[in-house]
């Protein structure tokens, strides 16, 4: 994942059309994060078979640091940008590369 899109091992790539926000909240607390909007919304499916959020195409994704040494991405299916991790159709955790 870098600022214009986000490519899975599975060949598929979702791109970015533009940066909708640098804070989102997480748990109840504001957190610094990169929230975008999908120029092309789809469900692509990932290396195991399952949808990136199977419950509709992805029109937004967040990334934050979500630790030490982790990063989390979570994607989202609504027609306004998310202000919260409550809205979330799916999340993903990281460890930052090295």
Same mark, same amino acid.
């Given at each position: ?9 599975? !060949? !598929? $790539? ?14 109840? %607390?504001? #957190?610094?994060? $990169? ?9 692509? /499916? ?7 959020? !199977?419950?509709?195409? #992805? ?23 998310? %202000?919260?991790?409550? /809205? ?11």
């Amino acid at each position: 994942m870098d600022d214009f899109s986000i490519r899975f091992e599975s !060949g !598929g $790539s979702l791109a970015f059309s533009d940066l909708v926000a640098d804070n989102f909240r997480v748990d109840g %607390k504001r #957190v610094p994060a $990169s929230v975008y909007r999908v120029e092309d919304p789809a469900d692509p /499916e990932l290396e195991n078979g399952n949808q990136l959020c !199977g419950a509709g195409d #992805v029109t937004y994704v967040a990334n934050w640091a979500a630790g030490d040494g982790m990063s989390a991405i979570a994607v989202f299916t609504g027609k306004r940008p998310p %202000k919260s991790s409550d /809205e979330m159709c799916a999340l993903y955790t990281y460890e930052d590369p090295q």
